[in-house]
C-alpha cells in the first residue's frame, strides 16, 4: 500500500465519521486527483482482506468502520449507561444540533441539564459556551458517530435530520 494510501487511512481513523474527497484531500496535504487514487488504493486493500474494518462511501463521504459482523463488540467492550431520558435528549441533538442548551431545555425539559452533563461525561456530546457567554451550544462528538454507526441508517433518515434543520 502506497504512503498517500496509508496517510488517508490514518486520516480516516483519527477523524472517526465520514470524509469528503476534498476534506480527506486538505488533511493529506494532496491535490484531489491524488487522493481519489489513494482511496480507491485503500478501498481495494480492504476488500481483498480479511479485516474487521471496512471504508465505506455514505452520503457525507468516505469513512473507516467496523465492519457489520464485528458491531456485537462495540457493545461489550465500550458499553453506553444511558437512560431513556438521556438516549432522547441524545437523539434530539442529534437531529436537531448544533442546538443551544436552552432550547434544549424548552425541548426536553429541565431534566435536560442533568443528561447533558452525562451525555459530555460519556462523550457522546460537547459543550461550547455561545459567543454572547449566556448559554452553550449542544452538539454530538466524533464518539456518537462511531458508537451509533449512523453512515448504516437508510437515506431516509437523512432526509428527515435534513428536513429538521
Known amino acids: 500500500m502506497s504512503r498517500l494510501a496509508s496517510t488517508i487511512e490514518a486520516i480516516l481513523y483519527l477523524k472517526a465519521q465520514p470524509l469528503s474527497i ?3 484531500a486538505e488533511a493529506a496535504a494532496c491535490d484531489r486527483d491524488s487522493a481519489e487514487e489513494g482511496l480507491l488504493e485503500l478501498m481495494a486493500d480492504y476488500a481483498h ?8 462511501e455514505t452520503p457525507n463521504g468516505h469513512g473507516l468502520q467496523l465492519r457489520e459482523a464485528f458491531q456485537h463488540l462495540v457493545q461489550i467492550m465500550v458499553p453506553a449507561d444511558l437512560g431513556i431520558g438521556e ?7 442529534a437531529i436537531k444540533g448544533p442546538i443551544a ?4 431545555v424548552d425541548l426536553r425539559g429541565s431534566g435536560a441539564y442533568q443528561h447533558v452533563q452525562e451525555l459530555v461525561l460519556q462523550g457522546f456530546v460537547r459543550k461550547r459556551r455561545q459567543s454572547d457567554g449566556r448559554s452553550y451550544w449542544i452538539q454530538v462528538t ?16 437523512e432526509k428527515l435530520k435534513n428536513k429538521q434543520e
Open 87 to 93: 438516549l432522547r435528549t441524545l437523539a434530539a441533538v
Open 49 to 56: 482482506r480479511d479485516s474487521a474494518l471496512e471504508i465505506v
Open 101 to 104: 442548551q436552552t432550547d434544549l
Open 142 to 157: 466524533d464518539k456518537f458517530h462511531q458508537y451509533f454507526q449512523l453512515n448504516q441508517l437508510p437515506q431516509s433518515f
Open 22 to 24: 476534498a476534506e480527506i
